[in-house]
């Protein structure tokens, strides 16, 4: 095996393949074999198991990943990286290069391919815009569902978590637009449509948007002011609209903080793996969902003033507002940055309908 989290390795193959690092793709390379251990290690990994990996750009952590799994997905951007990445996992037949963005990346379509007969491990979305497969228990079964794992490229962390959890709404395909801004107030739904029937689901499901399942398990490196934010509870200063996204979608927990220090070249950061689990949303409702980060905007936007305040002045009417709030008993006098992603569900769910 190359020992590719050596700087004289990474050295070598840079020279070799005649490559400089992009600050623009945030390509810090991780050199510590350690804590490439511990991130596979984190992920549970066995042999049935199909990994996603995130960013694998030398291949480091893709062949730590590709010894514990069945197999591994690895989609990188920076096709002048490939050369040296095929080199690297020369020999590891359970690895599949991917050169694409993996913003645009087709994750249901990588995640049921070779899966035939696996019906639960995408079976695309429901009228309401849940997954076929979350609803099927997925997870349960031997070789269902997949795992992500990546020492993500920083400046894109909320695009990719949004781009794993985020359901899209109905008429509305999962996108990098939907998961950086589309909280609008599009498309609508009755809190009772989505649970919906069955058979509603069915007739639906052909013109449905592809939602992919979110992933068993994530285990991914970001910066560590961030890993604070999406971990951090309500009424902490590090408690915003990022927080509220991930931990409506899943639990989220950091595992260990990575020093500056191991990675080439030296960010100006340090670093912490997060480890995230999906929430079971069965019983939510996609569309309030979608109308609920609305909410969230509008108030962290101005999340000094009072609910009452931040959510008329964003465009709410008043008078709807504070039946909404007395009927699921929040204080209209709360700030935004005090509410959990519960509490901002049940006032979603509890506002009339706007378009
Ligand atoms: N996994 C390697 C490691 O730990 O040494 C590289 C991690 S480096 C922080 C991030 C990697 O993500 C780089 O290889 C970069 O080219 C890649 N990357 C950046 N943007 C990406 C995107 N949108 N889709 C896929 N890969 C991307």
């Not at 050169?99 to 899966?115: V, W, Y």
């Not at 910066?223 to 899943?250: C, F, N």
């Not at 709807?320 to 569900?345: C, H, K, M, Q, W």
Request: aromatic share 6%; glycine share 10%.
């Amino acid at each position: 095996m190359i020992e590719i989290w050596k700087r004289s390795e990474l050295d070598r193959l840079s020279r070799a393949h005649g490559l400089r690092y992009s600050k623009a793709l945030g390509q810090n390379f991780l050199t510590d074999r350690n804590v490439l251990e511990k991130i596979s290690e984190a992920a549970g990994l066995s042999p049935d198991d199909h990994v996603i990996e995130i960013g694998p750009g030398f291949g480091a952590l893709t062949v730590f990943l590709s010894q514990a799994a069945g197999r591994v997905t690895a989609v990188e951007i920076d096709g002048r990286l490939l050369p040296a990445l095929r080199e690297a996992t020369a020999g590891l037949p359970n690895v599949e290069i991917v050169n694409e963005d993996f913003l645009k990346f087709d994750l249901p379509g990588a995640i049921s391919q070779g899966a035939e007969g696996d019906e639960a491990i995408h079976g695309g979305t429901t009228s309401d815009g849940q997954c076929r497969c979350a609803r099927k228990g997925k997870g349960t079964g031997k070789g269902k569902g997949y795992k992500v794992a990546g020492n993500l490229p920083y400046n894109i962390t909320t695009p990719i978590i949004a781009k794993l959890y985020e359901r899209p709404r109905q008429g509305q395909s999962a996108s990098v637009d939907g998961a950086r801004e589309g909280y609008g107030d599009t498309a609508d739904c009755e809190q009772q449509e989505c649970s919906s029937s069955v058979d509603g689901a069915r007739r639906e499901l052909d013109a449905a948007p592809e939602a992919p399942c979110p992933p068993d398990l994530a285990v991914l490196m970001v910066q560590k002011e961030v890993a604070e934010r999406l971990v951090s509870p309500p009424g902490k200063k590090t408690y915003g609209a990022i927080s509220v996204l991930v931990q409506y979608y899943a639990e989220a927990e950091i595992l260990f903080p990575v020093s500056r220090e191991v990675f080439v070249p030296k960010p100006g950061v340090d670093s912490a793996v997060i480890r995230l689990r999906p929430r079971d949303l069965s019983g939510d409702c996609t569309e309030t969902a979608a109308r609920m980060f609305r909410l969230v905007r509008a108030g962290f936007d101005m999340r000094r003033k009072t609910l009452r305040n931040s959510l008329a002045r964003a465009g709410f009417p008043e008078e709807a507002l504070l039946a909404a709030l007395d009927s699921v008993g929040i204080d209209p006098g709360r700030r935004a940055e005090t509410l959990n992603p519960r509490e901002f569900y049940a006032l979603a769910a509890a506002l009339p309908r706007t378009r």
